[in-house]
């Protein structure tokens, strides 16, 4: 599975992508997992409230499942137009 | 339904022109057209632009179609820019047509209501002191509970 970082997430994470072999069954389960990783993440990953989560190009909640997912996104709240 | 994304300026009276010229039987179009503006204090050298290529398209569609199915349109047109953008310069526009002018009037309202905090774009202003990500407003998530 594919995680993609867009704006301050990827900035703080410190690149755009990470490949995943593990299988968390909830997104909420990848940002732990990710969290654990180093302290970067957990900088970039330390307000929920403040990341918005795509699943395969959708608009998702942090308890959705990821089975079957082949793509997650995390990013701020999204200031088009 | 036109939905571009592009790095390139678009010509605002080609892009008007070509879009009222593709209608028939419409007696409406409307458009909005967003522009980079400068800090109050006159500092913004530029403005970064960000997206999620593999999402941007589909969302945009998917906000237009939604308008589709809630008014009565003749068609839809979204041009939204990504990259470095300079004070002034034209960052998106939205075009809408239908018979009667309040249903391209709601529709381009609808629309850059969703495409403000639904599209997944992230603006970054960058002056002389650095550069600072726009932070997305409440008044602008707000927006969409009219809907």
């Known amino acids: ?81 | 339904m036109d939905i571009r994304v592009q790095e390139a300026a678009f010509d605002l009276g080609q892009e008007t022109n070509g879009f009222a010229a593709r209608q028939s039987g419409m007696g409406a179009v409307v458009t909005f057209t967003g522009i980079v503006r400068d800090l109050d204090n006159g500092a913004l050298s530029a403005m970064e632009i960000e997206h999620y290529p593999g999402m941007t398209q589909k969302a945009l569609e998917g906000i237009a179609d939604e308008a589709k199915t809630r008014w009565t349109l003749g068609d839809v047109m979204i041009i939204h820019r990504y990259g470095r953008l300079h004070p002034d310069e034209m960052i998106m526009m939205v075009a809408t047509s239908a018979r009667h002018r309040g249903d391209a009037f709601q529709a381009a309202e609808f629309l850059m209501d969703f495409l403000k905090s639904r599209a997944p774009f992230w603006k970054k202003e960058l002056t002389q002191d650095g550069a600072e990500w726009v932070a997305a407003k409440d008044v602008d998530e707000d927006a969409l509970k009219r809907w």
Do not use: C
């Open chain 1, 1 to 81: 599975m594919d995680v993609l970082y867009f704006a301050w997430v990827r900035e703080r994470v410190g690149h755009p992508k990470d490949r995943i072999d593990t299988n968390p069954a909830t997104v909420m389960d990848l940002v732990n997992d990710l969290r654990a990783r180093e302290p970067r993440y957990e900088a970039a990953f330390s307000d929920l409230d403040a990341l918005r989560v795509a699943i395969d190009q959708e608009l998702a909640d942090f308890d959705a499942s990821l089975t079957g997912v082949r793509e997650v996104a995390f990013f701020p709240p999204m200031t088009g137009g």
